[in-house]
């Protein structure tokens, strides 16, 4: 039979003596193989199946046909499909992507605002200016135009129901480096289309600045200017009273004279 260490080691050949005549001794047999050729991986039973656990106590892929499991004297049920059970880690990592997985459809179909989900491909237009001419569509596109809708199905990712193997998990970690890539690449796009708008947001802010200090200059005083101003004028009244009240008595004391 034919064992995957799970490392550099890769496939490991165990065959049996005339002397491995009962499940145990040939449960013997492949452990000393198995160390001679410097693995860790170890067989064992339980429950009836035969199982390959290494050294983090996790199951490794194992190629056991029918012919092997008779051979054995196991029953064709006590191996699964690649012909290895899977340890309880394994199983709950298991659940755990799976119900990820239904959390990320769940989370790009609720993160709407105001109608529009760009997580959806929904898309957002943004205008510049009062008459339409000036404006940007903001959307998350594929790599030939059309629209992109994050979900699973579009990522690439289906739901496991086998984590026993490592050619699988190998093969679903490639896919999840893709789908992250993707996510990357639509998230670079959104990245600048957000940098336009604040650019023009700020340019907008500063102009709308300008112009409200440009205002204020032509119709909002300024309280020390205008009071020294009416002060000079009240200034000015006054003695403008005084000089006229002099000229005044002046000219009543010349007409005293001739009286």
């Known amino acids: ?11 490991i050949t165990v065959t049996f003596a005339a002397g491995d005549t009962t499940t145990a001794k040939k449960i013997t047999a ?20 035969l199982l390959f656990t290494n050294a983090s106590g996790n199951t490794t892929t194992v190629t056991a046909t029918a012919a092997i499991q008779t051979d054995l004297g196991l029953a064709a049920s006590a191996a699964s499909t690649n012909g290895s059970p899977m340890s309880t880690v394994r199983q709950s990592l298991l659940n755990q992507y799976n119900s990820l997985l ?9 993160a709407g605002y105001n109608g ?6 929904d898309k957002l237009t943004l205008n510049f200016n009062e008459n339409a001419t000036s404006s940007i569509g903001i959307q998350m596109v594929d790599s030939t135009g059309a629209k992109f809708v994050t979900n699973a199905t579009n990522l690439g ?4 129901t086998d984590f026993s193997n490592n050619t699988t998990l190998d093969a679903l970690t490639t896919t999840l480096n893709t789908a992250l890539t ?3 690449t639509q998230s670079t796009a959104i990245s600048s289309s957000l940098s336009v708008v604040q650019t023009r947001q700020d340019f907008t802010k500063n102009m709308v600045n300008t112009l409200q200090t440009g205002s204020d200059n032509l119709v909002l005083a300024d309280p020390n200017q205008e009071g020294a101003n009416l002060l ?8 403008s009273t005084t000089a006229l009240s002099m000229a005044s008595q002046a000219q009543q004391a010349v007409l005293r004279l001739f009286q």
């Open 1 to 11: 039979m034919t064992v995957n260490d799970g490392t550099s080691l890769g496939a």
């Open 30 to 49: 492949i452990n000393t193989q198995l160390a001679a050729a410097g693995s860790q991986v170890t067989a064992s039973l339980s429950g009836g199946k």
């Open 102 to 110: 239904t959390q990320v459809n769940q989370l790009a179909s609720d």
């Open 116 to 121: 529009t989900n760009l997580l959806n491909g």
């Open 157 to 160: 990712l289906t739901t496991q």
């Open 182 to 184: 993707t996510l990357q």
């Open 232 to 239: 000079a004028l009240q200034t000015r009244q006054s003695l």
